[in-house]
């Protein structure tokens, strides 16, 4: 849903595919074979509500099955067409290729305005839905595995899971259809923030290299850059409270829906969270200056603009007029192909959605993980590893004659929990990921900018796949 592109959310993503694969030495058609989307199926299925037939139209995509399964989330909004959901599957591929995650790219959607619907009616929806996915081979935990996106969340997920199990319930991993459930129903520690929580690491990871935060024109760590944010839902709203309160980074800006708040000194993001939850907006906020028209908050000045609302809303028509030094991607696709090369030749650096806000997939990997194990992570070791921990501390008190206390006890006292684990996985993916971009940047002279080295980087990962298949 570009704002103001000539070129469609699809056309930007292969673009930038075709940028960084005239960066690579490919054999010819290669780039043609892991470009191409796979299948697409367009589902139209009528529901009975309010004593009347509705009929509602969903599309599955399924990207590249260069391994299997396929994995992707499904969005519930309005203006969801095949396009979208193509150019979304797209991303998924190259973003699990990016972070190690071993999956190819889908993604599905359903034309609908979730908002319009109370519980039970969005159940038999999505229930039908699924039904519809299953009859086409577009969901199964070993086939293609869905999870929550914009319009949808962990109550859908359970739904779906439920449903599947329904209709396989001799397939023991059932539950494994999709992530993104809650805890109590096969779900993992630490989904919910799973991809604030990667906006957060993938940005301290950029902060540990000095001369990527130089070449963008700042200095220093994450403490007190200023950040203008988009969209406080689940991502934005994670990565914005996480920023805040554990780096000390500065929200002087919050554009929603309804509008935008501004205050130089600081948003406290939990009390705007809770605003936006009463009264569905940020307008009337107390202590912040109000501006109606949101979108041209985008150009506020400010050190990290992170758009975390949806795709296009940086284009050509505002890319001039954009005054941040960093851009962290959070949504899909919020700077469109044209707008990407006005901010590149003004030396604003992008941190590309493709790797920032991989770490919802890396957590549903996680997830999907534990559903196949069929056993909670730290279940084995926790006990094991405090009782190993102990051990240490005795010997160390032994040793220096006196009890060790504070943190350092604390840490060697606790064995991982599995949402200690989760944390632990996500960061180390996110800062390794970021670490084989970086390299690619740096040993490829035609490559010149972050994004063109992620998908490079998922190109090539993908294209060694293919060639060990002999395909
Ligand atoms: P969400 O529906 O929870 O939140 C979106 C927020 O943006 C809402 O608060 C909404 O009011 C706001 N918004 C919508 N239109 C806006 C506009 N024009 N201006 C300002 N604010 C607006 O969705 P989400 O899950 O947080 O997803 C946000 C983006 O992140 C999407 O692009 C999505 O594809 C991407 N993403 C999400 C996940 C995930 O795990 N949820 C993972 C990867 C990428």
């Given at each position: 849903?570009?704002?103001?592109?000539?070129?469609?959310?699809?056309?930007?993503?292969?673009?930038?595919?075709?940028?960084?694969?005239?960066?690579?030495?490919?054999?010819?058609?290669?780039?043609?074979?892991?470009?191409?989307?796979?299948?697409?199926?367009?589902?139209?299925?009528?529901?009975?509500?309010?004593?009347?037939?509705?009929?509602?139209?969903?599309?599955?995509?399924?990207?590249?099955?260069?391994?299997?399964?396929?994995?992707?989330?499904?969005?519930?909004?309005?203006?969801?067409?095949?396009?979208?959901?193509?150019?979304?599957?797209?991303?998924?591929?190259?973003?699990?290729?990016?972070?190690?995650?071993?999956?190819?790219?889908?993604?599905?959607?359903?034309?609908?305005?979730?908002?319009?619907?109370?519980?039970?009616?969005?159940?038999?929806?999505?229930?039908?839905?699924?039904?519809?996915?299953?009859?086409?081979?577009?969901?199964?935990?070993?086939?293609?595995?869905?999870?929550?996106?914009?319009?949808?969340?962990?109550?859908?997920?359970?739904?779906?899971?439920?449903?599947?199990?329904?209709?396989?319930?001799?397939?023991?991993?059932?539950?494994?259809?999709?992530?993104?459930?809650?805890?109590?129903?096969?779900?993992?520690?630490?989904?919910?923030?799973?991809?604030?929580?990667?906006?957060?690491?993938?940005?301290?990871?950029?902060?540990?290299?000095?001369?990527?935060?130089?070449?963008?024109?700042?200095?220093?760590?994450?403490?007190?850059?200023?950040?203008?944010?988009?969209?406080?839902?689940?991502?934005?709203?994670?990565?914005?409270?996480?920023?805040?309160?554990?780096?000390?980074?500065?929200?002087?800006?919050?554009?929603?829906?309804?509008?935008?708040?501004?205050?130089?000194?600081?948003?406290?993001?939990?009390?705007?969270?809770?605003h936006l939850l009463e009264t569905g907006g940020v307008k009337d906020f107390p202590g912040a200056e109000y501006f109606e028209d949101g979108a041209t908050l985008l150009e506020k000045e400010c050190d990290i603009l992170i758009p975390a609302a949806m795709e296009g809303v940086i284009h050509q028509d505002n890319a001039e007029r954009i005054r941040t030094?960093?851009?962290?991607?959070?949504?899909?696709?919020?700077?469109?192909?044209?707008?990407?090369?006005?901010?590149?030749?003004?030396?604003?650096?992008?941190?590309?959605?493709?790797?920032?806000?991989?770490?919802?997939?890396?957590?549903?990997?996680?997830?999907?993980?534990?559903?196949?194990?069929?056993?909670?992570?730290?279940?084995?070791?926790?006990?094991?590893?405090?009782?190993?921990?102990?051990?240490?501390?005795?010997?160390?008190?032994?040793?220096?004659?006196?009890?060790?206390?504070?943190?350092?006890?604390?840490?060697?006292?606790?064995?991982?929990?599995?949402?200690?684990?989760?944390?632990?996985?996500?960061?180390?993916?996110?800062?390794?990921?970021?670490?084989?971009?970086?390299?690619?940047?740096?040993?490829?002279?035609?490559?010149?900018?972050?994004?063109?080295?992620?998908?490079?980087?998922?190109?090539?990962?993908?294209?060694?796949?293919?060639?060990?298949?002999?395909?």
């Amino acid at each position: 849903m570009s704002t103001s592109s000539k070129t469609s959310f699809l056309e930007n993503v292969n673009l930038s595919f075709d940028r960084a694969a005239k960066a690579l030495d490919l054999p010819d058609g290669l780039c043609q074979q892991i470009r191409t989307c796979n299948a697409i199926c367009e589902v139209k299925f009528g529901v009975k509500l309010r004593g009347r037939y509705e009929v509602f139209t969903g599309w599955r995509a399924t990207h590249s099955e260069h391994v299997l399964p396929v994995k992707g989330g499904i969005r519930y909004a309005t203006f969801a067409d095949q396009q979208e959901v193509e150019a979304l599957a797209a991303l998924m591929t190259y973003k699990c290729a990016i972070v190690n995650v071993p999956y190819g790219g889908s993604k599905g959607a359903l034309k609908i305005d979730p908002r319009k619907y109370n519980e039970e009616e969005l159940e038999r929806i999505t229930r039908r839905f699924t039904q519809e996915l299953d009859k086409r081979g577009f969901i199964g935990p070993g086939l293609n595995v869905p999870a929550p996106d914009m319009g949808t969340g962990q109550q859908m997920m359970s739904w779906i899971a439920d449903e599947y199990q329904k209709l396989h319930p001799n397939d023991i991993n059932a539950r494994g259809c999709v992530t993104g459930k809650p805890v109590n129903f096969g779900g993992i520690q630490g989904r919910t923030e799973a991809t604030g929580r990667g906006v957060q690491f993938g940005l301290q990871e950029f902060f540990r290299h000095p001369e990527d935060v130089r070449k963008a024109g700042l200095e220093g760590s994450l403490e007190g850059k200023s950040i203008v944010m988009q969209g406080l839902g689940n991502v934005g709203y994670h990565a914005a409270k996480f920023l805040q309160e554990e780096d000390g980074a500065k929200i002087t800006a919050i554009l929603e829906r309804d509008g935008a708040i501004v205050n130089d000194n600081g948003l406290d993001v939990e009390t705007v969270a809770a605003h936006l939850l009463e009264t569905g907006g940020v307008k009337d906020f107390p202590g912040a200056e109000y501006f109606e028209d949101g979108a041209t908050l985008l150009e506020k000045e400010c050190d990290i603009l992170i758009p975390a609302a949806m795709e296009g809303v940086i284009h050509q028509d505002n890319a001039e007029r954009i005054r941040t030094r960093i851009i962290a991607e959070a949504a899909n696709g919020p700077v469109t192909f044209e707008a990407d090369n006005i901010l590149r030749e003004r030396g604003v650096a992008i941190i590309p959605d493709a790797y920032l806000n991989a770490g919802g997939v890396t957590v549903s990997y996680f997830e999907w993980l534990k559903n196949l194990s069929h056993v909670r992570f730290g279940r084995l070791d926790r006990r094991y590893e405090e009782a190993q921990g102990k051990a240490i501390l005795d010997v160390l008190e032994e040793a220096l004659g006196k009890p060790v206390s504070g943190p350092a006890r604390d840490s060697l006292m606790v064995g991982p929990s599995e949402l200690t684990l989760v944390r632990s996985g996500l960061d180390d993916t996110m800062r390794e990921a970021y670490r084989e971009i970086r390299e690619l940047l740096l040993s490829n002279d035609k490559i010149k900018d972050l994004r063109t080295a992620a998908f490079g980087l998922a190109i090539q990962k993908i294209a060694d796949i293919y060639k060990s298949m002999h395909l």
